[in-house]
């Protein structure tokens, strides 16, 4: 058995045990592709909320703290970007909802399609508990949207948000 691999897209694209290939300009509906691989979105065009169903298939920019460590007398932010293949113009980091401030892509990790590593150097952290936040930017323009950027979406999958991380400083 074969396994077809789509770089740049979700693992539910990824077909297992593929025995056969058929090509169709169609969009195949079968169970899992026409009912649970797919997202409602809401958008307010002119007052009124139009919904739009779409298939999951690219990844959606996302970004994620994974790791905080000390360093001394600072600390390093370690993270993960997961994209569909676009360049990335820029990781930025938040601290208890300061400003954005730019993180450092690990150049090791640069292949189109891989996940990317980004580091930020946070000094002049105080004891206690603060919340960091990161955001990526792709080479088009797009952002990778907040919780409140997706409230009109009304499915689990492809949930994108910036995802806050706590951490207590002692």
Known sequence: PLRLLVPGWYGVCNVKW???IHAQEEQYLGKYQARWYRTVRGEMIDGEMRWNETAVTHMQLKSFIARVTRDGNRYKVLGVVLNDGTPIKSVEVSVDEGPWQ????DSATNSKYSWKLFTYIWTG??????TLV???TDATGKVQPTEKDLENKKSFLEDNSQHPRKVMIS
């Not at 730019?102 to 892509?105: I, T």
């Not at 952290?125 to 603060?130: D, L």
């Open 18 to 20: 593929l025995s056969q």
């Open 125 to 130: 952290a105080t004891p206690g508990e603060h």
């Open 102 to 105: 730019a993180a450092a892509l």
């Open 134 to 136: 990161s955001r990526v």
